[in-house]
């Protein structure tokens, strides 16, 4: 069975730090982009950070670039969203997406079920 | 950055009706590279539909996606009490930003 499982969510003051993690299985991981996606409980959906199989290739959202830093180890089938430089407005649930191929550009098909980050003093 | 425009933001239908939701794009979606994900309270986005037209595994026919360049629609036809949620279309065919409507809510009237 297929599963991605997201873990490192917490509540944090504004300023600080969190570094999430997605371990799949199932699959072999390194046939497979992943991205971040997130979501304000209530909201929609907002593109956060993508990454190629070997990660050459990686994108960010301008709204997380500079802060954020998005990293893969495929001998762990994981992949990583390190925060920094935490806002309020990164508050939310956080997902991770696999894609329909090795690169960015793609079809997310796999979600997991998300680790929600709450930013508040 | 392609910006994506879903229409209506809520549509009001009874089981048995067909519902037919609407995506816009800001410019050409490169290749009809074009899906559509369905959401329900608590759970992660399901992908429907890829590349505008083609339905993902395990989905209902009742489920058809269509259109090309800037306009692209979601039709659910004979409405099931299980299809009703947000809809979400997204975009994956130009550099990034990755893209996403800001969502069709379809509710039971």
Known sequence: EVQ?????????????SLR????????TFDDHAMHWVRQVPGKGLEWVSGISWNGDSIGYADSVKGRF????????????????SLRADDTGLYFCARVWGVYILGIMDVWGQGTTVTVSS | EIVLTQSPDTLSLSPGESATLSCRASQSVSGTYL???????GQAPRLLIYNASKRA???PDRFSGGGSGTDFTLTVSR??????AVYYCHQYGTSPPITFGQGTRLEIK
């Open chain 1, 4 to 16: 991605l499982v997201e873990s490192g969510g917490d509540l944090v003051q504004p300023g600080g």
């Open chain 1, 20 to 27: 999430l993690s997605c371990v799949v299985s199932g699959f």
């Open chain 1, 69 to 84: 830093t998005v990293s893969r180890d495929n001998a762990k089938n994981s992949l990583y969203l390190q925060m920094n």
């Open chain 2, 35 to 41: 899906a559509w994900y369905q959401q329900k309270p």
């Open chain 2, 57 to 59: 595994t395990g989905i």
């Open chain 2, 79 to 84: 409405l099931e009490p299980e299809d009703f």
